[in-house]
Antibody, heavy 120, light 112 residues
């Protein structure tokens, strides 16, 4: 059974950094692209970033480009999101989502999310 | 990167059918057959309901169907049931040679 478990969410001050992790189990991460999607509580979904199976293709939403870095370690079945220069508008629940293929751009499994709060 | 456009809310009575629209542009919905739909109940993670415009994952009721015309995709739910009450989001691939994905703003479905 596929499981995605996010961790690393915290309360941080504006301008600081945070690293999110997503531990995958029940499938071989090596075969799939992976994504981060965020959601402000009570608001809609926003795609944040995606990474191909071999890290050769990476994309970011304009709202985080230049500040966030997505990476993966297939040997550890893990996905990461390094979040730098955090802003209050980055406050959200961050979901790790499995791509249905190598770059299908739709998400067949989701974690339960990790909460990031950016405030002074 | 502009979000896809969905109605904020739709409603219907049990047994009825409803359709949720999702309007994009010729750079996303109009050019790619990578439109997907997600159902989200309060406090829960989103669930994939439709992918590649019209396909249903295993386990999703055949009461859910998808379609697309030019730049607008649509999700139709027939035979509405109380458990269908949720938020629904459309999603489309929007990039060439890189990852660029757009979500719609979401539609709250109320079953009267």
């Amino acid at each position: 059974e596929v499981h995605l478990v996010e961790s690393g969410g915290d309360l941080v001050q504006p301008g600081r950094s945070l690293r999110l992790s997503c531990a995958a189990s029940g499938f071989n991460l090596y075969n799939f692209a992976m994504h981060w999607v965020r959601q402000v509580p009570g608001k809609g979904l926003e795609w944040v970033s995606g990474i191909s199976w071999n890290s050769g293709t990476i994309g970011y939403a304009d709202s985080v480009k230049g500040r966030f870095i997505i990476s993966r370690d297939n040997a550890k079945n893990s996905l990461y999101l390094q979040m730098n220069s955090l802003k209050p508008e980055d406050s959200a629940l961050y979901y790790c989502a499995k791509d249905a293929g190598i770059a299908a751009a739709y998400f067949d499994y989701w974690g339960q999310g990790t909460l990031v709060a950016v405030s002074s | 990167q502009s979000a896809l456009t969905q109605p904020a809310s739709v409603s219907g009575s049990p047994g009825q059918s409803i359709t949720i629209s999702c309007t994009g542009t010729s750079s996303d919905v109009g050019i790619y057959d990578s439109v997907s739909w997600y159902q989200q109940h309060p406090g829960k993670a989103p669930k994939l309901m439709i992918y590649e415009v019209t396909k249903r994952p295993s386990g999703v009721s055949n009461r859910f169907s998808g379609s697309k015309s030019v730049n607008t995709a649509a999700l139709t739910i027939s035979g509405l049931q109380a458990e269908d009450e949720a938020d629904y989001y459309c999603c489309s691939y929007a990039g060439t040679g890189t990852f660029d994905v757009l979500f719609g703003g979401g539609t709250k479905l109320t079953v009267l």
